[in-house]
């Protein structure tokens, strides 16, 4: 089930690509771009750090990029929630905006994240005195960790859908939803984990390819990671359509 819900979430995007650039792309180059500029003027060297002048120049830029990644990140969030699940159509240049959709859902993916990271500590520290019996098994504890954090995160994420298109969802029913899908969610987060690293793969060559390599590296992570975003809201939408609301999934 795992891997015919990372496909069927790929499709969603891939196979309908036009109407997701239309609905998003303008809303994504609004901070990549900028993102883009400052690879370009603060190139950051094989074991090298920025000097502190040339951080200082970049930081308020850097700042004004993060929010505005944000910002556009939760925006595109909830209009591609809502066309997947609710077939709304943008009726402009932009997706439609609603400021207290849009928080409502940034808290929401805020309180995932805590609960996540809480859940990572608590299984990490418990699986940690492994460390004690025998040292090797530090790595195991490791992944005891991420895979708790994955768990949790993935089944309380049909909230996120749900806060999207306004019918609000609880932690609890999310949780119950998703019950018995641990294994899948398991299986999706690998897959998801593998795929973002083959697409990646080309940038990571590229960089060390001199500055035309760079550069080029740049425009191949601008066009992936708009790839890797929406397919990874794409999962959220496919979770939430399949535990929440009974919708089938195709087999891969």
């Known amino acids: ?8 979430s790929v499709r969603l995007v891939l196979g309908d690509w036009r109407n997701a650039l239309r609905l ?17 003027m603060f190139p950051a060297g094989r074991g090298q750090t920025l000097d ?8 308020p830029v850097a700042i004004v990029t993060g929010v505005l990644a944000l910002v556009a990140f939760v925006w595109i969030a909830v209009a591609w929630h809502r066309y997947v699940l609710l077939d709304e159509q943008p009726q402009g240049q932009f997706p439609a905006f609603d400021g207290g959709r849009l928080f409502s859902y940034a808290l929401m993916s805020l309180g ?5 990271v809480i859940t990572g500590l608590v299984v990490g520290a418990v699986a940690g005195l492994l460390m004690l019996i025998a040292p090797p098994l530090a790595f195991v504890a490791g992944v005891l960790a991420l895979a708790a954090a994955l768990i949790v995160g993935y089944r309380l994420a049909p909230v996120l859908p749900a806060t999207a298109i306004g ?6 029913a999310a949780w119950e939803a998703t019950k018995g899908a641990s294994g899948a969610i398991v ?4 897959v998801s984990a593998i795929a973002a690293l083959l697409i990646d793969l ?13 550069i080029l590296s740049l425009i191949w992570t601008l066009g992936t990671d ?11 939408t496919t979770l939430y359509g399949h535990y929440v609301e009974g919708r089938e999934i195709p087999r891969a």
Do not use: T
């Open 24 to 40: 998003s792309g303008l809303l994504y180059l609004i901070y990549a771009i900028p993102s883009l500029i400052l690879g370009l």
């Open 202 to 214: 080309p940038a990571i060559l590229l960089a060390f390819a001199g500055p035309v390599g760079r």
């Open 52 to 59: 502190p002048e040339a951080a200082l120049a970049m930081a």
């Open 226 to 236: 708009w790839v890797k975003m929406l397919v990874g809201v794409s999962i959220l």
């Open 112 to 116: 995932i994240g805590i609960l996540c």
């Open 187 to 190: 299986v999706l987060a690998i």
């Open 1 to 8: 089930m795992g891997i015919n819900l990372f496909a069927h």
């Open 167 to 172: 019918r609000p969802l609880g932690f609890g």
